[in-house]
């Protein structure tokens, strides 16, 4: 089984998004003028605000100390905030924070009713 890239996880799952009529923003950081540790996908599921940080499954890609706060800060003002892994479900590498990770598998049966 082939690895899926971040990249290619991303449109995955934006499409997803978009073949289910979310609302979302795709978050693009870098540069001088944007937020440090904002999460890739903002959206609106189910009435409620998600921060997705999208990571590939591969061991070296793993959030950042500020992603995890990020996500954290999100969950603690009662929205979602956790990291979207394509197949793999590793505990949150940050764990003095309060965020989660899943698999997109698990995301779809949590939020779509186990499309």
């Known amino acids: 089984m082939t690895k899926l890239s971040e990249g290619g996880f991303q449109k995955q799952v934006l499409k997803f998004l978009k073949d289910h009529d979310i609302w979302y923003v795709k978050y693009w950081g870098g540069s001088q003028f944007t937020k440090e540790g904002v999460p890739d996908i903002l959206a609106c599921i189910n009435g409620e605000f998600h921060g997705i940080e999208l990571k590939s499954d591969g061991t070296s890609y793993n959030e950042?100390?500020?992603?995890?706060?990020?996500?954290?800060?999100?969950?603690?003002?009662?929205?979602?905030?956790?990291?979207?892994?394509?197949?793999?479900?590793?505990?949150?590498?940050?764990?003095?924070?309060?965020?989660?990770?899943?698999?997109?598998?698990?995301?779809?049966?949590?939020?779509?009713?186990?499309?």
Do not use: D
Not at 73 to 94: F, M, Q
């Open 64 to 115: 950042t100390m500020l992603q995890a706060r990020s996500l954290a800060l999100i969950n603690a003002n009662g929205g979602s905030g956790y990291v979207l892994r394509p197949t793999k479900k590793p505990a949150p590498k940050h764990t003095q924070f309060n965020y989660y990770c899943m698999t997109f598998n698990e995301w779809k049966a949590k939020w779509f009713k186990g499309e």
